[in-house]
Nanobody, 123 residues
């Protein structure tokens, strides 16, 4: 499975961005998808996730109500809609796929990783 993330960029505080993560290859092996982020000098942290099939979504507390995880099965793509962005959301964002877990909040649960996309929120 290959994951290709895109959609990062520079946005002002309060703005919005939508990240996409396209999966290719043996996507039937994916059970859950997650979005993680890593800010400079900080550890990688879970942001949001959703089940590959079904409608389950999961969010880290600081993004609840601002971020929405979604998927398009026909396109084998998941999305992270980010609204009301804050400077503290600045980070490299990664999408990841788990073969076993849905909604796992630790990076070790994910087997497939895409290359990160940088999100910068200016104040």
């Amino acid at each position: 499975v290959q994951l290709q993330a895109s959609g990062g960029g520079l946005v002002q505080t309060g703005g919005s961005l939508r990240l996409s993560c396209a999966a290719s290859g043996r996507t039937s092996s994916i059970k859950g998808m997650g979005w993680f982020r890593q800010a400079p000098g900080k550890e990688r942290e879970f942001v949001a996730g959703n089940s590959w099939s079904g409608n389950l979504t999961y969010y880290e507390d600081s993004v609840k109500g601002r971020f929405t995880a979604a998927r398009d099965n026909a396109k084998n793509t998941v999305y992270l809609q980010m609204n009301s962005l804050k400077p503290e959301d600045t980070a490299v964002y990664y999408c990841a796929g788990s073969r076993v877990h849905t909604g796992a909040r630790y990076s070790g649960a994910y087997y497939y990783w895409g290359r990160g996309t940088l999100v910068t929120v200016s104040s």
